[in-house]
């Protein structure tokens, strides 16, 4: 049998008609005389990390009676932003006087010192600067943002708003009429209603079973004195965190705020929110708000939760993401929209306050397909609790969306801090934003298995509706006694 010879050209073909070559591996390396690959066609580079903060940016301290200070320096912009952060808010308050807090908030934008509403909103308006007071659950604030050089403005109004709030009866009296009338056009929003009957049907006698801006109820019943017995009780130095970011000067800004707030009295910090139920439901509850006029049912499951300083957090969120957390990568926006085509869209969460709040999904269908989704939300709820945990897949995908996402969600110095003084609210560490990044990485399968099982519980979760009962109950019936409110 004669040899066959291949000459160099015919070498060369078979080379590029090999399966390596058609695989895409088609460039040469540079070594080669090849070029690389386009940047589009490489591995995106690790994130770096190191201090989210820049080594002497930070200046913490804090005043002789207890009053906590942060200022983070930066100045690439002529811009300053500053206020008082609160340990206390809405949770703090018996359920009885629930939208308290959002009342006295409010009032406290519409005069102070020797300025009436108008002419506070004027000297803010015409410094091209912004006043907000508000109050979530955990926190009461003031923040003032504007020009670097008005800061001395910004400290003025920030003393008048925090020592001196008028609290005028006029005021008082406009803000609850306007709040009430919110309360009111929420019993016409089944995205909103269905979320006051849901935590009524999680947490009936605690403050986190009312809304958290209250009741027409509760808001009626309020008056101008518990508006000022709120801040005052809430405004203690040892319950205080004064913050400041931007073009400032640490040294000199320690020194106004001790001028303007050193002589506070030290008193005793006002209790937090009670603690919650540690189990919520104790075994199922079916619940169906009636709305016969509705065409759509919104549909919310839930039970008890964790709270914002819980170990198991970083798994947790994890789990969270694969489930229903992370939008169309989830395995509810997969199943029950884009599989069954049930629904726009479905998402799980939980609510992280100083103590637990809830867990919960929520989402929405047409009216006869109720059954069919609640009967989804439980498999799935179900699988990756038992048969179908998280995957190796899964938790590398969501390590890596949360280490990006972290990232962006501390852009500007501003956000920074509002991380840092969220960190001093709660008691965490204050290496919490350098250490986030490892703490993801270093979370291993079993533990997110492990937290899974501890944490959801299909078999007892509340399964609020809202809809026409006389089209719903029936196709709930067979999972258990239905309750129609």
């Not at 009053?67 to 912009?77: M, N, P, S, V």
């Not at 600067?129 to 400290?155: F, H, K, P």
């Not at 996402?405 to 509002?418: D, H, I, P, Y």
Request: net charge negative; proline share 7%; with cysteine.
């Amino acid at each position: 049998m004669r040899e066959m010879m291949r000459s160099p050209a015919l070498l060369l073909t078979a080379l590029l008609l090999s399966p390596l070559a058609l695989s895409g591996c088609t460039a040469l390396s540079p070594a080669l005389g090849g070029s690389p690959p386009p940047a589009w066609e490489l591995p995106p580079p690790p994130p770096a990390e190191g201090p989210i903060v820049e080594a002497g940016a930070l200046t913490r301290a804090e005043l002789d009676n207890g009053l906590t200070i942060l200022i983070l320096e930066d100045r690439r912009l002529p811009r300053v932003a500053l206020g008082l952060e609160l340990r206390r808010g809405m949770g703090s308050v018996p359920p009885e006087k629930a939208g308290v807090a959002a009342i006295t908030t409010e009032v406290m934008q519409r005069g102070a010192g020797d300025r009436d509403g108008l002419a506070l909103a004027k000297v803010v308006e015409d410094a091209g600067a912004s006043l907000s007071v508000d109050a979530g659950w955990d926190t009461t604030g003031i923040s003032l943002a504007g020009l670097a050089e008005d800061r001395d403005l910004l400290m003025e109004i920030l003393g008048d708003v925090a020592l001196r709030p008028r609290f005028d009866e006029e005021e008082f009296t406009k803000a609850v009429a306007e709040h009430r009338a919110g309360l009111v056009a929420g019993q016409d929003d089944p995205a909103t209603l269905i979320r006051w009957n849901a935590i009524r049907a999680l947490y009936e006698g605690h403050r986190y079973g009312v809304p958290s801006g209250g009741t027409e109820e509760t808001v009626a019943g309020l008056t101008v004195d518990d508006a000022k017995a709120y801040w005052d009780a809430r405004f203690v130095p040892g319950n205080a965190i004064f913050w400041a970011v931007g073009d400032v000067d640490a040294t000199a800004m320690v020194r106004e705020v001790e001028a303007l707030f050193g002589s506070l009295e030290a008193r005793p910090v006002p209790a937090n929110t009670p603690p919650s139920p540690e189990k919520t439901p104790a075994a199922r509850r079916i619940i169906v708000v009636d709305k016969p006029e509705l065409g759509q049912a919104r549909i919310i499951l839930g039970h008890e939760g964790i709270a914002r300083t819980e170990t198991e957090r970083i798994p947790l969120d994890l789990m969270n993401d694969a489930l229903g957390g992370s939008g169309f990568s989830s395995r509810l926006m997969k199943k029950v929209r884009s599989d069954e085509g049930l629904t726009y869209g479905i998402g799980s969460g939980f609510s992280l306050r100083s103590v637990a709040g809830p867990f919960s999904i929520s989402t929405f269908t047409r009216k006869d397909q109720v059954r069919r989704v609640v009967d989804l939300v439980l498999a799935e709820l179900t699988a990756i609790r038992d048969d179908r945990p998280v995957s190796p897949e899964e938790l590398a995908k969501f390590v890596s969306y949360n280490v990006g996402r972290f990232g962006l969600s501390l852009e500007t110095s501003q956000s920074v801090l509002s991380s840092l003084v969220d960190l001093e609210v709660h008691g965490l560490p204050d290496d919490s934003l350098d250490t986030y990044r490892g703490g993801l990485r270093a979370v291993d399968l079993e533990t997110v298995h492990e937290v899974t099982r501890k944490r959801l519980h299909p078999d007892r979760a509340a399964i609020v509706v809202l809809g026409p009962a006389e089209d719903i109950v029936p196709q709930l019936e067979s999972l258990g006694e239905v309750e129609v409110w």
